[in-house]
């Protein structure tokens, strides 16, 4: 990995919590019995987009539709590959709806839009970059075999790793890469052989204790040098200041009573993975 990738994860595609609401439950977090404020919805989403400007990044927005509630959880979108769009193919039939929505909106973009995977795979919610590879989660929401198909199709390299916690049911939950030696890990959520597969691969990790990993600090965007956090323990912020981060802790709870944190509301558009053909492309 070259200095210059280091500054990506600049651009940002959200989508405004206009229509956001909890009136269907697809993972343990969410109640319908529990009411958000609307009014503290918008006001976290948009500290949520000072916050990524003011440490330097960009913003794009993609008009919200009636009846998607959780489209405002747009890294559930698909993967992004340079000018490369995978939509993704959504387990819930509550949330297929958002797909065609995304797919225009890359299209208008400039980007080459892909077919959507066979077999269920909830884009960048579950595949994160981590140096060459692509961490991708599989087990609770999305399939394995999705994956064998991305690989035949873009042969991009990735690592599947299989989840194990319901609450912790994408891998944007349970990981977070930091640069190219560098991620939070909560390796509880992982089964053993995806654990030992992350131990090999992440030379220097800051492992999540459960309470850590349950408040979704691993549901983190880090831009440049700034780690942009739903929370963040005393002993987590100190840990990544001595590596060299700043720490900026955003609450969005109204979105957590939906099971998504800061990364779920945003979808890094400055992505380019590797084909592991002569290393980038
Ligand atoms: N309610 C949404 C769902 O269950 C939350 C999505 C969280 N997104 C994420 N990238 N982890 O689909």
């Known amino acids: 990995m070259t200095t210059e990738e280091f500054t990506r994860g600049r651009h940002y595609l959200m989508c405004p919590p206009d229509y956001f609401e909890v009136s ?54 698909g993967i992004i590959s340079g000018d490369l769009f995978l939509p993704a193919a959504m387990r819930h039939p509550e949330r297929q709806g958002e797909t065609p929505h995304l797919q225009a909106w890359f299209e ?92 090999d691969l992440v030379p220097d990790p800051v492992l999540l204790t459960m309470e850590e990993a349950l408040a979704f600090s691993a549901n983190s965007i880090v831009v440049g040098h700034v780690v942009v956090m739903p929370a963040c323990s005393a002993r987590l912020e100190a840990e990544l200041r001595r590596r060299g981060f700043e720490v900026v802790v ?16 945003t979808l890094v558009l400055d992505t380019v993975l590797s084909t592991g053909v002569g290393g980038h492309d």
């Open 250 to 265: 955003r609450p969005v709870g109204e979105f957590l009573k939906a099971g998504g944190g800061v990364r779920c509301l």
């Open 24 to 77: 269907y439950s697809i993972n343990p977090w969410m109640d319908t019995d529990v009411a958000v404020n609307e009014q503290s919805a918008h006001e976290q989403w948009r500290g949520l987009v000072e916050s990524i400007r003011e440490v330097g990044g960009l913003v794009e927005q993609i008009p919200p539709v009636p009846q998607l509630p959780d489209m405002v959880f747009v890294a559930n979108g």
């Open 108 to 199: 208008e973009f400039g980007c080459k839009v892909l077919d959507p995977p066979a077999g269920v795979q909830e884009g960048a919610g579950d595949a994160l970059a981590f140096g060459d590879v692509l961490v991708a989660g599989y087990g609770i929401r999305s399939e394995r075999a999705a994956y064998d198909d991305i690989v035949a199709r873009t042969g991009w390299q990735i690592l599947p790793v299989r989840l194990v916690d319901p609450r912790l049911y994408h891998v944007d939950i349970a990981f977070c890469p930091l640069d190219d030696r560098q991620a939070l890990v909560a390796p509880d959520a992982f089964d053993h052989e995806g654990r030992r597969a992350l131990a």
